[in-house]
C-alpha cells in the first residue's frame, strides 16, 4: 500500500486549504485515516482522525479543521479554514490497515510523504 498527498502550499493568514490523501494498492480493510504535523524540531503531533465511528481533533484545530472521507474509504481530505501563522508545519497523512492474525487480525499503520504547508502574508 501506498500513499499519496497532495494540497499543501502557501496561504495568507485567515485562508483555506484542503489536503487530500489517497491510498492504493492495498485491499485491506482501513481502520482510521488521519492527519498530522510536524513543527521544525518538534515531534510529530495527530491533529484529526476518522474511523467509521467516530472523528477525533486536536484541541488546536476543533473547529477550523475538518477530517472526511470518501466513500470508497481510500481518500481522507483535510479541509483547513482560517489558518494562522503557527499552522505553519508539514502535515502527513497516516493510514491504519488491518492484515491477517488470528481471529480479530492485526492493526498497523503506513504514512504519506508529508506536504508543507505555510501560512504567511
Known amino acids: 500500500a501506498q500513499i499519496v498527498e497532495s494540497g499543501g502550499g502557501l496561504v495568507q493568514p485567515g485562508g483555506s486549504l484542503v489536503l487530500s490523501c489517497a491510498v492504493s494498492g492495498t485491499s485491506r480493510s482501513l481502520y482510521a485515516m488521519g492527519w498530522y504535523r510536524q513543527f521544525p524540531g518538534k515531534k510529530r503531533e495527530s491533529i484529526a482522525q476518522?474511523?467509521?465511528?467516530?472523528?477525533i481533533y486536536a484541541d488546536s484545530v476543533k473547529g477550523r479543521l475538518t477530517i472526511s472521507r470518501d466513500i470508497t474509504w481510500h481518500t481522507a481530505y483535510l479541509q483547513m479554514n482560517n489558518l494562522k501563522p503557527e499552522d505553519t508545519a508539514v502535515y502527513y497523512c497516516n493510514v491504519v490497515l488491518v492484515r491477517p492474525k488470528g481471529d480479530f487480525g492485526e492493526l498497523y499503520d503506513i504514512w504519506g510523504q508529508g506536504t508543507q504547508v505555510t501560512v504567511s502574508s
Open positions: 476518522i474511523t467509521n465511528h467516530t472523528t
